[in-house]
């Protein structure tokens, strides 16, 4: 059962627009929102990440907004640039059960990015 | 320079040998992590490890085993009895068992003939 479900999995911006990614959750026990970028052949690397007490959270050019009533959140790239095309994966994690509990963090299955120029 | 080291970048082993990854940190992390990719599939986690000789299954640790004799390390082992082993391995890892940020490695790609 796929608990964070992704959309697309592809998509195509010309630069300067704005690419927006979609995940829905379908556990409310998550509290812990991030995006991850990956470029071909190397390892994902944390962009932001966003808890349910807000809404909204921005970085630079980079914004997650959040609706907790329909588990939904999204990932928008304002101003998309070529050096932005990868992959992005989002990803939901929740604290775990008392004597064991750690952060795993459950992912989407990714969208592949690509701002022509 | 600190961060999370894998070795090798690329690995191919004959079907049916046991192969391991290496996954090397000197963030001073308590908690390591293995993912493995595969394309459309995301990332979907094999094992993880809280603290210095303890470490759980994750979602698809069948074939599979580690160890965590190290704070610095955390070996991946891909057994002979894993059915479809060609993919791309993550190693992360985290401050300690109740924080978020995952910090990811390179990466090893490992394709089995």
């Known amino acids: 059962q796929q608990q964070v479900k992704q959309s697309p999995q592809s998509l195509i911006v010309q630069k300067g627009g704005i690419s927006i990614i979609n995940c829905a959750y379908e556990?409310?026990?998550?509290?812990?929102f991030p995006w991850y970028q990956q470029f071909p052949g190397k390892g994902p690397a944390l962009l932001i990440a966003i808890r349910p007490d807000v809404s909204e959270k921005k970085e630079g050019r980079f914004t997650i907004s959040f609706n907790k009533s329909a588990k939904q959140f999204s990932l928008h790239i304002m101003d998309s640039q070529p050096g932005d095309s990868a992959t992005y994966f989002c990803a939901a994690s929740m604290e775990g059960n008392s004597g064991g509990s750690n952060y795993k963090l459950t992912f989407g299955k990714g969208t592949l990015l690509t701002v022509n120029p | 320079d600190g961060g999370i080291t894998q070795s090798p970048k690329y690995l191919f082993r004959k079907e049916g040998q046991n192969v391991t990854l290496s996954c090397e940190q000197n963030l001073n992390h308590d908690a390591m992590y293995w993912y493995r990719q595969d394309p459309g599939q995301g990332l979907r986690l094999i094992y993880y490890s809280q603290i210095v000789n303890d470490f759980q299954k994750g979602d698809i640790a069948e074939g599979y085993s580690v160890s965590r004799e190290k704070k610095e390390s955390f070996p991946l082992t891909v057994t002979s009895a894993q059915k479809n082993p060609t993919a791309f391995y993550l190693c992360a890892s985290s401050r300690d068992r109740r924080t978020d940020t995952q910090y990811f490695g390179p990466g090893t790609r490992l394709t089995v003939l």
């Open positions: 556990n409310t026990a998550f509290d812990y």
